[in-house]
């Protein structure tokens, strides 16, 4: 697929990311590549969608901007706002909330200086709104960094995460 107008904004790796999933599905159904698309865009721009890159990707793909808007902003993986490199995510699901995940939160904003939603002054750490489930749930509380799955959190076994990441 040939860039269309606007889409100098993606950058070569993206698209030909972009391309690489739209070749997976029949022709006329390349929305089916909008979270592969997104994931890419938002990688080629230390973390976050802007509405420039977003309209670039409609674009590309021949999709009104507003579904490509909807989808970036109903997925908790994707930011809309600058945010720090690593991605903190806590599950506050039911089996991790009984076990104490509330207080791994806590413990993640006082040892990092931030609340949910809010980035290190360094930009290293994004703590994410809460996550509502992981899929961890015999190991729980828990916590995802860029993916990686951290379990049977306490505030110690939190810090030498943490510290491991610096």
């Known amino acids: 697929m040939s860039a269309a107008t606007g889409t100098s904004v993606l950058s070569e790796h993206t698209r030909h990311e972009i391309d ?13 590549a909008l979270l592969a698309a997104l994931r890419a865009a938002q990688h080629q721009n230390q973390g976050y969608l802007t509405t420039p890159l977003m309209d670039a990707i409609a674009d590309y793909l021949g999709l009104p901007a507003i579904q490509v ?7 908790s993986m994707f930011e809309t706002k600058p945010a720090g490199r690593l991605h903190v995510s806590v599950c506050t699901n039911i089996a991790c909330m009984l076990c104490g995940s509330d207080k791994i ?4 904003e ?4 931030i609340k949910t ?5 360094d ?18 509380p828990m916590m995802m960094i860029d993916h990686v799955y951290y379990e049977n959190l306490t505030p110690e076994k939190v810090d030498q995460v943490l510290e491991s990441l610096k």
């Open 20 to 32: 690489h999933w739209i070749a997976k599905f029949p022709p006329g159904k390349q929305r089916s």
């Open 69 to 75: 808007y909807e989808v970036a902003t109903f997925y």
């Open 105 to 108: 939160v806590e413990h993640i």
């Open 110 to 113: 006082k040892r990092l200086g």
């Open 117 to 121: 939603g809010e980035s290190t002054p």
């Open 123 to 140: 930009g290293k750490f994004f703590l994410k709104r809460e996550e509502e489930c992981l899929a961890a749930c015999n190991n729980a």
